[in-house]
């Protein structure tokens, strides 16, 4: 797993597929990091071979046809196919000591997405991976358009996507039969206990030392919003992947999906989100320090 805590901050989480019956982490979830390959040159790869196995595709012709139809995509998406999928030679031992050559690709993290986007969907192995390398990518991109960001600018743009992906919750809460104000309510609080360690949202309000009228999560350093964010977006993909109906069963999801996320911090050995120190300014705060800074004629 991929997890940038450097000077306080967090990117992205992969997310960690938890085994509640073991209480460790799911061999089947891991599988997919277990396998990449790097480079002499620092380039991740996998090998084709090795994730048709990791997918349950116990003949590689089969696994072939899924390969064909990933370079479609790849070639529709305007990507060069040789980019992605580079073609490579393994050998494999045979009897008596011996040896033969293979065919093999040496895929990409993009190629794997493809891979695992038209890979038997009836597979709960297949689902681990589209959501694994959805959130690679997306870590990826993340990483590449923040890396010259301030933490007050960092806090911003994650902010600002928190907001999208709460009103894609809500959505899928609704979905769900969280119908109601006050049982949206309890569903996020439900989100907040899982990640917070049973801390709710009044709980986290207070431990902040906030006022009444402002919100928590303008007081969050981008550490704290990015671990909310993946709960938010992890929350969202579940609700809506597993058709979870009855306002209940959202509940108990949204809250293990908060307790997933949370151990990945205890995993990784990051900070716990409410032992994370509160900013001294505000979203609202630099919010309104860049409208002075660009000025009325000058605003979006």
């Known amino acids: 797993m991929y997890t940038e805590f450097c000077d306080g901050r967090l990117i992205d989480f992969y997310f960690y597929f938890y085994d509640e019956d073991e209480g460790a982490g799911n061999a089947e979830g891991n599988a997919f990091e277990q396998i990449k390959r790097i480079s002499d040159e ?6 084709a071979r090795e994730l048709s196995k ?21 070639h ?5 196919i040789s980019d992605h999928f580079g073609e490579a030679t393994n050998m494999i031992k045979i009897g008596k000591g011996g040896q033969r050559p293979i065919e093999d690709y040496a895929l990409s993290r993009y190629a794997c997405y493809l891979v695992v986007q ?3 969907p009836s597979k709960e192995v297949v689902a681990l991976g589209q959501t694994y390398f959805a959130v690679q990518t997306r870590r990826q991109e993340i990483a590449d358009d923040q890396k010259n960001l301030t933490e007050d600018e960092l806090r911003l743009a994650i902010r600002a996507e928190l907001r999208r992906h709460n009103l894609q919750l809500a959505d899928a809460a609704h ?16 989100g907040y206990q899982g990640l917070y360690g049973g801390l709710g949202r009044k ?28 709960r938010a977006t992890q929350t969202d993909e579940k609700l809506r992947r597993e058709g ?11 809250h293990e999906v908060g307790l997933k996320v949370r151990l990945t911090i ?8 409410e032992d994370l120190p509160t900013p001294d300014k505000s979203i609202r705060q630099i919010e309104k320090e860049q409208q002075k800074r660009v000025g009325p004629k000058d605003k979006p």
Not at 42 to 47: A, D, N, Q, R, T
Not at 76 to 80: E, I
Not at 176 to 190: K, L, P, R
């Open 42 to 47: 620092g380039i991740e790869h996998w090998s």
């Open 54 to 74: 990791v997918l349950e595709y116990q003949d590689y012709r089969n696994f072939q046809l899924v390969l064909d139809k990933a370079m479609q995509a790849c």
């Open 76 to 80: 529709n998406s305007g990507q060069s």
């Open 118 to 120: 038209n890979a038997d």
């Open 175 to 190: 979905d769900s039969g969280v119908i109601e104000s006050v049982d949206y309510a309890i569903f996020q609080n439900h």
């Open 203 to 230: 709980e986290i309000h207070s431990r902040k030392g906030l006022k009444k009228s402002q919100q928590i999560l303008d007081h969050m350093g981008s550490t704290e919003l990015a671990a909310n964010l993946f």
């Open 244 to 254: 979870i109906k009855g306002k209940q069963q959202a509940y108990s999801a949204h």
């Open 266 to 273: 205890k995993e990784l050995g990051g900070t716990m989100p």
